[in-house]
């Protein structure tokens, strides 16, 4: 086991990040994602790390930035549900409509 699973959507959104990020560079792509997969795996032991933004949501959901991105994630959840990686300069409003859509955890 793992530790953490991703909303179908969170993996889209993994997608679209390593598809911008590589019309420029596929070996940054690749870190990139590689540097958030690295931050989800080192928040499965310590899921309280992250911090929680009453702004965008008033689930249970915490947030953790890697470079522009935030990782949002239900640290109660067994294992650790990423719910959402999405570009932190969004505008906040689209970001909260993202993560509304995101509700349900779908298993």
């Known amino acids: 086991m793992i ?16 598809e911008y ?3 420029e560079s596929a070996t940054a792509a ?20 992250g911090h929680r933004r009453t702004d965008l949501t008033s689930r249970p959901l915490r947030f953790w930035r890697v470079y522009d991105y935030l990782i949002a994630y239900a640290s109660d959840e067994k294992p650790l549900w990423v719910v959402a990686v999405l570009h932190g300069n969004r505008n906040p409003r689209v970001l909260a409509a993202i993560l509304r859509s995101r509700e349900t955890k779908v298993t």
């Open 3 to 18: 530790g953490y699973d991703f909303h179908p959507e969170a993996l889209s959104d993994l997608d679209e990040i390593w």
């Open 30 to 49: 690749e870190k990139v994602n590689g540097d958030i997969l690295k931050a989800v795996r080192a928040l499965v032991p310590f899921p309280h790390q």
């Open 21 to 23: 990020i590589a019309r």
